[in-house]
Structure formats: structure tokens, C-alpha cells
């Protein structure tokens, strides 16, 4: 237990740390399989605890068409079930969830102050959990075309593409997955990739290269997404002969790796350089006292939805530990 | 009009947002609901690529579109930059 040297001067620890009725004992930034985690083990221990996500709870989960390697579902379980089972599991224990982008996080004497639309909440300790996001091209009429030919996810948005001719931009398994997915739509999918091997398992490279419908195109790279309303194709440079061709396509799908989703954080705890949270193994304390990070967004070697889950619990572990040395809990 | 589907998540959170909206905007605006997979040729003539897509429309005629879920907040100041609500 830490020394509390000033406290005795002007009364009790016990006076002094009471908590204003509207501070939190803990936030959670981020609804994915690590944040609901954490949101079922805080209420189920009784905390004081509000879980804020700025999309649809089950975060990357719910973009994956069948999780075939989460433990207890031996015939795989489409992602968007998952998702809504972890979500209906944490409120079950009365989690209380909103549905808010968190803007700004900063320290103010000993407490989080954790910005969302037009309000500010506070907060003994935090739980990162907000993931990753797919990594840009960052290439002209991307942006524009975003959602309108322009895609991060053939899951969600395959189904809007029968019969025509798709890009898939990226040369790792989950650009193969997602190849191999959008062949139930499209006429004819091309996988575009900067080298001339693939990276993805051989089980998945074999199947696409046996599937009738999938095409490659090698070291090539994405140069410009074309299109005025919709997007129609793209500018492809050969990295080998230096030649820039266009080519229709009516949709592209961009599968290029995901990056954590952390510049609100910067300032706030270490990043490493690839802007992924330092956290401490056992215990997933990041270099802020009373905040923690779970799942994606930290820097880890594996990165799914089962160690997402695991790191949710270990934060609260933490975050109880955090609370009663500090003499926050009752 | 709001582009949707069962299997979309972020359409469910859209559509509580879109209810408390059009309460809110009642007799100036209709909000209205179409599912994309009962009416896969409306979606296609529309150029639907992502849902939910919002389409705001002034007259009969598309003025803007909205892709991806937008908050509350968001949807106010999206609709409010061309229709007084
Ligand atoms: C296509 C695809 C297929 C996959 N397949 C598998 C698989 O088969 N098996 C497997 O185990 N794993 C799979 N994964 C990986 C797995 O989905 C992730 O490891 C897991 O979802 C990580 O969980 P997380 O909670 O850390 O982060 P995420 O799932 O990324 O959730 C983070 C959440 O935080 C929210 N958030 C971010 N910023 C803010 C903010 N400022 N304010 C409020 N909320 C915010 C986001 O909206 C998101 O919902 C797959 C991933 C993808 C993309």
C-alpha cells in the first residue's frame, strides 16, 4: 500500500477521497469484444461504471461474416450474433452503455475528464478499448468515394455490388477472405497487390487462386480512385515497368491492415511507434496512473477477439486493485 | 429517407436517432424507411454502396446524402444546412 503523506493533515483519507455523486468509479472508451468485457466483469463487481461507444457495440466483430476460432461455437458464429450476445451478456449485469464519440480525455487533479458531444464526464480510472480502424491508401477520391464504391468491409457492404466487377486492394489473409467472400456478388474480383506473392496462408491463397472468379493483379499500386459520384475504377501504376493504366471497377475494396485508433490518447499515455498503447502485461497499466488498456488498441502479439475478451477482464482485475488501494471503493 | 437492412448494426442504432428526430421535425419533414434487401432495385437505381446511407431530399429532388450512422447532434446540423428545422 502507498504512503499517503498529506492527507492526515486536514481529516480522514476516508473524508477527503469521497467520491461527488456524479463521478464514475471508471469509464470504458470503446464497445468491441474488450470493452463489453470489461463492462460485464465492472457491473457484475458492482462499479460504478458507464461504457461510452461511438458506433454499434461488438466494434470489429460485427464486420467479420463467421468467427470460426472463438471458443464455444463449434460451428462458427456470424459476427454480428457474436456481437449482440457480448452486448446482451454485459447488460444483463446492468451495464450502463451511451452511445457517444468520446471527443477529448485529459488529468485534472487525480481524475479522468472524458469529453463527448456537449459534456463532460469524470472518472477514477479509464479502460482504452477503442480499437482499430482500417488503414487508408491515402490516395486522391478516396475520402469522396467513401461509401460510394470506396469500401472497408465486404461484409457490410458486399451485398450492394451484384454482378459487377470489384477490386480488393491488399495481399494478406484478409484481403483473400475478403475476395473469396465478394465472389458471391460480383462478376469477377480482382486482388490488387504491390508485390508478387501474397501473404496470406497458403489454404486461403490456394482457394483463391482455384476460384474461377478471382484474378490478380501484381506489383501494382493504387495511384487514384476515379469517379465523380460513384467510384468507376482506378489509376494503377505497375511498379515494374512504371506504366499507369486505368482500370473500371465498380467497387474497391480496401483491405490493407487496420491502425489503432489513438490520437485522442496521445499526450495522455505512451504510444509506441506504430501508435499502439504501451501496457504492462500482467497488468495492462498504461504510464497513467489509474488507466488501462484492452484489446487492439495496445500493443500485443496477437490480436482477436479471444484475447480481446481476455485483456477486458484482466483491466478490471486492475482497475479493482487500482480503486481499493486508492481507498475509492466502500 | 433511410437506407437500411435487418442485418446492418449500425442501422440499429440509426433508427431510434431517426424516430426521436422525426418527432421532433413533424410537419416539416418525413423521414422515411426503405430496406435495402426488399427493394434491392431502389437501392441500385439510388446508388446505395454502404448502409445506412441517408438521402435528404427538397422538392422530389436529392440534395445531399449522409453515409454511415450520424448522431443525433449530427443529423440535426446535416438536415439544418439545407432545410430550416
Ligand atoms: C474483417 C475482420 C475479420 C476478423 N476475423 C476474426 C476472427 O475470425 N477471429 C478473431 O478472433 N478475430 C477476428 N478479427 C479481429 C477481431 O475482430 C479484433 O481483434 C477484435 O474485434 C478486437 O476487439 P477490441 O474490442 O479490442 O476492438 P474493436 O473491435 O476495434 O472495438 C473498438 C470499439 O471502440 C469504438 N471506439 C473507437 N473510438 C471511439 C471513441 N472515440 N469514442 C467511442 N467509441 C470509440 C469503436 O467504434 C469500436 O466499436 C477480425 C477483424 C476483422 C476486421
Known amino acids: 500500500m502507498g504512503r499517503r503523506s498529506c492527507q492526515g493533515l486536514t481529516g480522514s483519507p476516508r473524508v477527503l477521497k469521497k467520491m461527488p455523486t456524479d463521478d464514475l468509479h471508471l469509464i470504458i472508451i470503446g ?69 457517444e464519440t468520446v471527443r477529448k480525455v485529459w488529468t485534472e487533479d487525480g481524475m479522468y ?13 479509464l479502460i482504452l478499448a477503442s480499437g482499430s480502424r482500417p488503414r487508408q491508401l491515402g490516395v486522391r477520391g478516396e475520402g469522396r468515394l467513401r461509401g460510394r464504391g470506396v469500401s472497408y468491409c465486404a461484409t457490410c457492404d458486399g451485398a450492394f455490388f451484384r454482378g459487377e466487377d470489384l477490386a480488393v486492394v491488399g ?22 497487390h504491390r508485390r508478387d506473392v501474397l501473404r496470406a496462408t497458403p489454404i486461403l491463397q490456394e482457394r483463391a487462386r482455384q476460384h474461377p472468379a478471382v484474378s490478380f493483379l501484381w506489383n501494382t499500386v493504387i495511384e487514384e480512385i476515379l ?35 489513438t490520437d485522442l490518447f496521445k499526450g495522455l499515455v505512451e504510444l509506441d511507434g506504430d501508435g499502439h498503447i504501451v501496457a504492462d502485461e500482467a497488468t495492462l497499466a498504461t504510464s497513467a496512473p489509474g488507466v488501462f488498456a484492452a484489446g487492439d488498441v495496445r500493443r500485443k502479439v496477437l490480436r482477436q477477439v479471444a484475447t480481446a475478451v481476455g485483456d477486458g477482464a484482466l483491466a478490471v482485475h486492475s482497475v479493482l486493485k487500482y480503486l481499493e488501494d486508492k481507498a475509492l471503493l466502500p | ?16 436517432i431517426l424516430e426521436d428526430f422525426a418527432a421532433k421535425v413533424k410537419g416539416k419533414i418525413q423521414v ?50 439545407h432545410v430550416k428545422v
Not at chain 1, 472463438?70 to 454485459?90: K, M, N, R, S, V
Not at chain 1, 484478409?174 to 469477377?188: D, G, H, I
Not at chain 2, 429517407?1 to 431510434?16: E, K, L, S, V
Request: with cysteine; charged share 20%; aromatic share 8%.
Open chain 1, 31 to 99: 464497445g468491441g469484444p474488450a470493452g463489453l468485457t470489461a463492462g460485464l466483469y465492472a457491473a457484475r463487481a458492482r462499479l460504478n461504471v458507464l461504457l461510452v461507444e461511438r458506433g454499434s457495440f461488438g466494434g470489429q466483430v460485427l464486420t467479420t461474416h463467421k468467427v470460426e476460432n472463438y471458443p464455444g461455437f463449434p460451428e462458427g458464429i456470424p459476427g454480428p450474433e457474436l456481437a449482440d450476445l457480448f452486448q446482451q451478456h454485459a447488460k444483463a449485469f446492468g451495464l450502463e452503455t451511451r452511445s
Open chain 1, 113 to 125: 475528464l472524458v469529453e463527448l458531444g456537449d459534456h463532460t464526464l469524470r472518472s477514477s480510472s
Open chain 1, 171 to 192: 495481399g494478406g489473409d484478409s484481403a483473400v477472405e475478403e475476395a473469396l467472400f465478394l465472389t458471391r456478388f460480383a462478376r469477377a474480383v480482382t486482388i490488387i
Open chain 1, 227 to 261: 469517379g465523380e459520384q460513384q467510384a468507376v475504377g482506378v489509376k494503377a501504376r505497375n511498379l515494374k515497368d512504371g506504366t499507369v493504366n486505368e482500370v473500371n471497377f465498380g467497387g474497391i475494396f480496401i483491405t490493407i491492415g487496420h491502425e489503432p485508433e
Open chain 2, 1 to 16: 429517407m433511410d437506407f437500411w437492412a435487418p442485418w446492418c448494426g449500425p442501422c440499429r442504432i440509426q433508427a431510434p
Open chain 2, 32 to 81: 422515411r424507411k426503405l430496406n435495402t434487401d426488399e427493394n434491392g432495385d431502389t437501392a441500385a437505381q439510388y446508388g446505395i454502396r454502404s448502409i445506412p446511407t441517408l438521402i435528404l431530399f427538397k422538392d422530389g429532388k436529392e440534395v445531399d446524402r449522409h453515409i454511415g450512422v450520424a448522431q443525433a447532434q449530427e443529423l440535426e446540423k446535416w438536415v439544418g444546412a
